[in-house]
């Protein structure tokens, strides 16, 4: 066998690249960041950057996220510590044309947050806006004149599919909610996440079904008008038995 000879491999980049949603004025939105330098300048963008030699690909997603955005990733290991955002390596991308500068390969994570305040720009942008996701997607992607630089608009919809799909069965909707929900808030979560409206009735019925799914939080709100509703915190079951399953539209 022949010894490893790393110069006879091309050199190549690796980047992470967000695809951060939140649920804004009933719509699924998603953190857009304007390049402030080529290539691709002056268009919108995921925010992201290069992995540096001495992180792993989750210290730089989070590094990522808080320098461009100013938002913080929920650390795992401190459950109810924080009210960080969900951060979830998605898929990768290394299409060798993905990037004109060199070729670069991109692991891209889906970061889940309640409803957030404007962002702050940093890193290479120049701006940052909340964009429903809608509004990004028809954009199509960077061979058109308003769409997303790079490959972003793949990743974007590839990251849109992974939620709306995993709240079907998992816990994961809760990430959009604050500590403290109603069961008519996180129903707004599922409506905007899907883009359909859900029956209130056999809705509550699904989510407070599943043992340990949701439990309550011993209060009451009227934040969203009307009579006092029980508030809930999500639970230690991350499975919802039966899934909550997609409408058809």
Not at 87 to 103: H, N, S, V
């Amino acid at each position: 066998m022949s010894p490893y000879d790393p110069s006879a491999f091309p050199p190549f980049a690796v980047t992470v690249d967000l695809v951060v949603l939140t649920v804004r004025r009933h719509a699924l939105c998603a953190l857009v960041v304007k390049r402030g330098e080529p290539p691709f300048q002056g268009r919108w963008a995921l925010p992201g950057g290069f992995v540096r030699g001495d992180e792993d690909l989750a210290a730089a997603a989070a590094r990522e996220l808080a320098e461009e955005t100013g938002l913080c990733a929920h650390d795992p290991g401190r459950p109810g510590v924080d009210n960080g955002a969900h951060l979830e390596q998605l898929a990768t991308y290394g299409d060798p044309r993905r990037d004109p500068r060199m070729r670069v390969v991109s692991v891209a994570h889906l970061v889940l947050a309640p409803d957030l305040p404007a962002p702050r720009a940093g890193g290479d942008a120049n701006s940052a806006r909340w964009a429903p996701v809608d509004e990004l997607l028809a954009a199509g992607d960077a061979d058109a004149p308003g769409g997303l630089a790079f490959d972003h608009a793949q990743i974007l919809a590839d990251g849109v599919e992974r939620a709306r799909s995993k709240i079907e069965y998992s816990s994961l909707a809760t990430a959009f909610c604050p500590a403290e929900f109603t069961v008519g808030e996180l129903r707004r979560v599922y409506e905007a996440v899907w883009g359909v409206a859900l029956d209130p009735r056999n809705f509550h019925r699904k989510v407070t079904g599943t043992p340990g799914f949701l439990v309550p939080a011993g209060g009451t709100t009227t934040r969203q008008g009307g009579r006092p509703a029980q508030l809930f915190r999500a639970g230690g079951a991350t499975l919802l038995n039966p899934p909550m399953l997609r409408p058809e539209v």
